[in-house]
């Protein structure tokens, strides 16, 4: 068998007894999804699923966790790998698009256009299976993320005020969408959200950061 991880230096933070029941379902395995899924295992979350439908390219090294040996590979393959070596905890790899497939637990939403979260979002809302919703969106330095009770309807009704379509999206050049700091800031903050809810802390439903101005917003 492989060793556990030892986790007594955050045992006052999160203990493996406060994420055991923890399922997390991560949708996106690219920007967003990869150094979460890391995070969220490092953290000790071992019920953990990946959808994605893509495979690892070059341009997806720079700011992603995935390896030059991962190259071709497809990408929830790849990261179950990286997830086993890193935290010995291998998420469940589901190498699809998502569409409708039943979900539980906490969601986390990291696609990158606004039809792909609306789409999660009709299949989240009002879902009683899921207690706990996060979806992120980022550009170049910037991020924004949302956390959502979706069955309360004062949460739903805010969250729904955020979403606009993608003709509506002030789109950033290809050459400015992505750098590996701002993705593992995201991480970070998905895992602490995750961290709260599942200890039954207060939890910020909108978190705003800016990385070329050192701005952070939160309400």
Not at 29 to 42: C, D, Q
Not at 144 to 160: A, F, G, K, L, N
Not at 186 to 199: E, G, H, M, N
Request: charged share 25%; hydrophobic share 45%; net charge negative.
């Amino acid at each position: 068998m492989a060793p556990r991880m030892d986790f007594w230096r955050q045992l006052d933070v999160v203990s493996p007894e406060d994420l055991a029941s923890l399922r997390v379902n991560i949708i996106g395995a690219g920007g967003i999804g990869s150094p979460t899924a890391l995070a969220l295992a490092k953290m000790g979350v071992e019920h953990l699923t990946v959808f994605d439908p893509d495979t690892v390219e070059l341009h997806n090294l720079p700011n992603q966790v995935f390896r030059f040996e991962d190259l071709g590979r497809a990408k929830v393959e790849a990261l179950a790998a990286i997830c086993r070596d890193f935290a010995g905890i291998e998420p469940e790899a589901r190498q699809e698009r998502f569409e409708n497939q039943p979900l539980s637990g906490v969601v986390v939403s990291g696609v990158d256009t606004m039809a792909a979260r609306k789409g999660i979002w009709q299949r989240v809302r009002y879902n009683p299976a899921v207690s706990l919703y996060v979806e992120a969106r980022m550009g170049a330095e910037v991020a924004r993320i949302h956390s959502v009770r979706p069955c309360d309807p004062t949460s739903v009704r805010w969250y729904e005020g955020t979403l606009y379509s993608d003709e509506e999206a002030s789109e950033a050049p290809c050459t400015a969408q992505a750098i590996i700091y701002n993705v593992f800031m995201i991480a970070a903050l998905v895992a602490s959200q995750v961290k709260k809810f599942s200890k039954g802390e207060v939890f910020p439903k909108e978190i705003i950061f800016d990385l070329a101005t050192l701005t952070l917003l939160v309400q």
